[in-house]
């Protein structure tokens, strides 16, 4: 596939050809010429010819596509590592299956303080029952245990695991026989966490980023915090990101902040904003989304962390230090906080200020019309998980038993927020759903609910160059020349352009559209393979059969 002449101490030239290059520059674009960490060129494969003798290698697609990497635009990149590499709940249908899984993992890791799992989720199996407590000491063979549901906003715990937490069953979120929320979850999080070795989190942390790289993701946005990870966590994360090949990591840190003093401290941790998982709200499969109106299976609505004055005092300071702020909203309520308390912000610095600073509010499930309008007000990014709604949509989804099916078909509603123009960035919370690319296209494309649909082409762009723009990159995330050389290279079936209303053609191969294809993503249908990860024109990942 690939032939070189590579003198290494100067910046390499590439040129790919023979294949289908996705450029706005080209539609019909055959190749392309990578120099150094930019591309030079995207045309046809005549016009290669001229480029052949010039370059140190020449990259065969032999009919592959070539298309701009992924930004994964929300990942908590230890937490999916520990889940690569240690034990994993998903997918466990029943707490039969969990007790299983625990005892078999505590056999394996006998010198483990703490053994710790990911990915559980109680609300599809028969009564909805986690493993009790005590269920959970006699698996686990009587050791410490920490295991996050799915959401990660709420875990289960042995008894030797809460004997390491003094007073505990004080904070609120305690419960005891039952997952723990709130309060407790984060003291107890902290000490679980805080039983990771160094070089485990490292070890975890690398094998993410080849994760990663392996989907042709070319850019993670690390969604760090002091109720999440540490600082610690994240100066590592991107210091390993720095010094070995692989994905861009941007950082963010999710501590609130009221003064110019905090916009430094958030600086010098090497973030790029306050933003990310500050938490405003909590999660609806653990009854932690902060609602209007109750669950539809629980007598209450949920837990409010910020209030609208909170969320303006923190707007309002990140505008004025120059840094992006952002929260954590998933409940209607929670969205109202954090839209009442930007147009509050906006009041108070100026909405031209708020507006350019691209403030952003991750997941962002509940909204209602007002909620988007001030989205597009005030220039929020949406930064969205659509296999949240592959996963959990449905009229018989989580989201249906906890809100009713008439408020869960209003979730995740894209159409409407392209509509109105706000910016989409997407990704996948990972660990709570998987770093995959085109699946995540795949649910956005066909989500449950029709209204909500969005073409292929417009959700690529989201998950493309919409998570560069969502860091103040708008020259990035395309295939262009003068754009950094961040691409992939698949191996697919035909390429043709799908869009989300059922009225008209599903798909059209017609070149006369002047519009790049991208693979068929029906359900049912082979996702594409990565073949290779390219990042600022160094390759980070090859497919062992490529």
Known sequence: MSDSTAPLDRPRTVLLRGGEVHSPADPFATAMVVDGDGIAWVGSEGAADSFADGVDEVIHLDGALVTPAFTDSHVHATATGLALTGLDLTGARSPAEVLDRVRAHAGARPADRIL????????AWPGQRPPSRAELDEAAGRRPLYLTRVDVHSALVTTALLDLVPGVTGLSG????????????????????????????????????????????????????????????????????AAEPGPRVVGYWAEHITSPADARRVRELGALGAAGDLFADGSLGSHTAHLHEPYADADHRGTCHLDADAVAA??????????????HAIGDAALTAVTDGVRAAAERVGTGRVRAARHRVEHAEMLTGAHIAA???????????????????????????????????????????????????????SPVTPLDPWGTLRAAAFHHTPEHRISVRAAFTAHTRGGWRAIGRDDAGVLAPGAPADYAVWRTGDLVVQVPDGRIAAWSTDPRSGTPGLPDLTPGRRLPVCLRTVVAGRTVYEHPNG
């Open 375 to 429: 989205f597009a007000e005030f220039a929020l990014t949406a930064s969205v998980q659509p296999a949240f709604d592959a996963a959990w949509g449905g009229e018989d989804g989580m989201y249906a038993r906890r809100l009713g099916r008439e408020r869960a078909r209003t979730l995740n509603p894209y159409a409407a927020l392209l509509r109105a123009g706000v910016p989409l960035a997407l990704g996948s919370d």
């Open 174 to 241: 305690y419960a005891p026989d039952a997952p723990l929320t709130g309060d407790a979850h984060h003291a107890v999080r902290a000490v679980a966490h805080a039983s990771v070795t160094p070089a485990q989190r490292t070890e975890a942390q690398r094998a993410a980023l080849r994760h990663a790289a392996a989907r042709g993701i070319g850019t993670l946005h690390e969604c760090a915090g002091p109720e999440i990870s540490s600082e610690d966590d994240l100066a590592g994360l991107l210091e390993l990101a």
């Open 116 to 123: 710790l799992g990911h990915g559980w989720d109680a609300s």
């Open 314 to 327: 923190h707007v309002a300071a990140c505008t004025e230090a120059g840094i992006q702020a952002g929260f």
